[in-house]
């Protein structure tokens, strides 16, 4: 969810098909508020609360109190019908210490077979054994306020049924006109049409490239190991944020790979975690610009490092979406990577932005020193 957005979810089994959510972010000096008064109207803000539109999706959504703010928005993959149980007890394991009173979940498409299948007899929504399996978890968390709806998708006329009353019906309003897709995309966040869009954005370059790329790194590191002192690495990054802020970031392969020897130091890049905050500044933009550039550049496991940075900075913005995509893309370039790991843990466990700004504290080797502009010609 972008920024530290307060989302209100009331009286959730109301069937009113004609609400519009009322919404907001909180970069602004007053946190707005969301309320969610209907199932179309929160059925409408799962996309933007995401990120993006899912597909053959489970979504929960949580909350400590009725009409207080949601706790979390998770989503998961639909499973096979001889995963249903495991994939109910991941989805709703990171709830224990949420003190959840009331949750509502949502099965997104799912109409062909197995575990997705319906029971066109008895007029079944399609996954219900997984929304029973799901509520036996909540239940043995003491969620016992649960509501559960079947959508074929997140879009504008879509009929969403539920499976406690089958009389219980409705018509989804459109994502794209409600408030909360308004206030987000006012504030520059968008929601792709998919995860896969949203991955899209890290995705790297092709084989041969990163395979140069990887050759001339080695090559590099072993010219400048013993010769490039910290202050000339830190002087590196420091010219591709502001090549980043000046929109003018095209970056050679010798840049490339001079920037992957350098975030390799650890001080440095401990430093570039402090880029992050506060994000909406211009350093933080520049900056998400920089590590998702690096992110696509640069092979494994160099990847790492750009990545890790870029999915702290979509996390501290409040982009869970893009956040665990980017610590996923960390992970697979070096399984190792221990930052990584500890900030997918936290990002999977719930832990709010505010708790890791700490790790934006360590800048030793004077990367964001108060006498260092962006702009490259000051």
Request: with cysteine.
């Given at each position: 969810m972008?920024?530290?957005?307060?989302?209100r979810?009331?009286?959730?089994?109301?069937?009113?098909?004609?609400?519009?959510?009322?919404?907001?972010?909180?970069?602004?000096?007053?946190?707005?508020?969301?309320?969610?008064t209907?199932?179309g109207?929160t059925l409408?803000?799962?996309?933007?609360?995401?990120?993006?539109?899912?597909?053959?999706?489970?979504?929960?959504?949580?909350?400590?109190?009725?009409?207080?703010?949601?706790s979390?928005t998770?989503?998961?993959d639909?499973?096979?019908?001889?995963?249903?149980d495991?994939?109910?007890?991941?989805i709703?394991?990171?709830?224990a210490?949420?003190?959840?009173?009331?949750?509502?979940?949502?099965?997104?498409?799912?109409?062909?077979?197995?575990?997705?299948?319906?029971?066109a007899?008895?007029?079944?929504?399609?996954?219900?054994?997984?929304?029973?399996?799901?509520r036996?978890e909540l239940?043995?968390?003491?969620v016992t306020e649960?509501a559960?709806?079947?959508?074929?998708?997140?879009?504008d006329?879509?009929?969403?049924?539920?499976?406690?009353?089958p009389?219980?019906?409705?018509?989804?309003?459109?994502?794209?006109s409600?408030l909360?897709?308004?206030?987000?995309?006012?504030?520059?966040y968008v929601?792709?049409?998919s995860?896969?869009?949203?991955?899209?954005?890290?995705?790297?370059?092709?084989?041969?490239?990163?395979?140069?790329?990887?050759?001339?790194?080695?090559?590099l590191?072993?010219?400048v190991?013993?010769?490039?002192p910290?202050?000339?690495?830190?002087?590196?990054v420091?010219?591709?944020?502001?090549?980043?802020?000046?929109?003018d970031l095209?970056?050679?392969?010798r840049?490339?790979?001079t920037?992957?020897?350098?975030?390799?130091?650890?001080?440095?890049?401990?430093a570039?975690?402090t880029?992050?905050?506060?994000?909406d500044?211009?350093?933080a933009v520049?900056?998400a610009?920089?590590?998702?550039?690096?992110?696509r550049?640069?092979?494994?496991?160099?990847?790492?490092?750009?990545?890790c940075?870029?999915g702290?900075?979509a996390y501290?913005s409040?982009?869970?979406?893009?956040?665990?995509?980017a610590f996923?893309?960390?992970?697979?370039?070096?399984?190792d990577h221990?930052?990584?790991?500890l900030?997918?843990?936290?990002?999977?466990?719930?832990f709010?932005?505010?708790?890791?700004?700490?790790?934006a504290t360590?800048?030793a080797v004077?990367l964001?020193a108060?006498e260092?502009?962006?702009?490259?010609?000051?």
């Open positions: 972008p920024g530290s957005t307060l989302v979810m009331t009286h959730h089994d109301n069937d009113r098909t004609d609400g519009r959510d009322t919404s907001t972010n909180t970069t602004a000096t007053r946190t707005p508020e969301i309320t969610l209907g199932v109207d409408a803000a799962i996309p933007h609360l995401l990120g993006f539109h899912p597909t053959d999706s489970v979504v929960l959504l949580s909350g400590t109190e009725r009409g207080t703010p949601l979390r998770l989503r998961g639909l499973p096979p019908d001889h995963l249903v495991a994939v109910a007890r991941h709703t394991a990171s709830l210490d949420d003190d959840v009173t009331s949750a509502l979940l949502v099965i997104v498409g799912g109409q062909d077979g197995g575990a997705q299948g319906g029971d007899i008895n007029d079944v929504p399609p996954c219900a054994r997984l929304v029973e399996a799901l036996r239940a043995a968390l003491g649960v559960s709806y079947w959508v074929p998708e997140l879009a006329g879509a009929r969403y049924r539920s499976y406690d009353d009389a219980r019906v409705g018509v989804m309003p459109d994502p794209g409600s909360l897709g308004a206030e987000f995309a006012s504030r520059g929601t792709y049409g995860r896969a869009e949203l991955a899209a954005l890290l995705a790297p370059d092709s084989e041969p490239l990163l395979a140069r790329r990887a050759e001339l790194i080695e090559s590191r072993a010219e190991t013993e010769s490039w910290q202050a000339a690495r830190v002087l590196a420091r010219a591709a944020l502001s090549a980043a802020n000046s929109g095209a970056l050679s392969d840049q490339l790979a920037l992957a020897i350098a975030l390799a130091d650890l001080q440095v890049r401990d570039c975690l880029t992050a905050l506060p994000p500044s211009d350093l520049a900056a610009v920089l590590w998702a550039e690096l992110t550049a640069l092979p494994a496991p160099e990847r790492a490092i750009p990545a940075l870029a702290y900075a501290m409040g982009d869970g979406a893009l956040a665990a995509i996923d893309t960390a992970l697979d370039a070096d399984p221990v930052l990584a790991g900030l997918d843990r936290a990002l999977r466990h719930g709010a932005p505010h708790r890791l700004h700490q790790l360590h800048d004077g964001c108060g260092w502009s962006l702009d490259a010609s000051a």
